[in-house]
Nanobody, 121 residues
């Protein structure tokens, strides 16, 4: 599967953005999807995930209550709605996919190209 992330940009602290990740192919519904981010000088970190089987979700503690992940299988797209953004949310955001993934741990096999999110104070 090929992934194309979009929706990043520059926003003031307290603002909102919605990221989208469009996937190719006809089996999107069989992929667990994740959003990750990497800030300059830091390791990539998990942000949010949504399972293929039941659309259950999981979030990093740092974004709980502010970010919402969702998916539209008819449109082959996963979203990350980000609200109450903080300067520390500044990073390149990547979407990722893993077929039939049930566990939240483990690597994802497919990655998008990343979209920059910059939150100014």
């Amino acid at each position: 599967v090929q992934l194309q992330a979009s929706g990043g940009g520059l926003v003031q602290a307290g603002g909102s953005l919605r990221l989208s990740c469009a996937a190719s192919g006809r089996t999107f519904g069989t992929y667990t999807m994740g959003w990750f981010r990497q800030a300059p000088g830091k390791e990539r970190e998990f942000v949010a995930g949504i399972r293929w089987s039941d659309s259950s979700t999981r979030y990093a503690d740092s974004v709980k209550g502010r970010f919402t992940i969702s998916r539209d299988n008819a449109k082959n797209t996963v979203y990350l709605q980000m609200t109450t953004l903080k300067p520390e949310d500044t990073a390149v955001y990547y979407c990722a996919a893993e077929k039939y993934r049930s566990a939240w741990s483990g690597d994802f096999s497919f990655w998008g190209q990343g979209t920059q999110v910059t939150v100014s104070s």
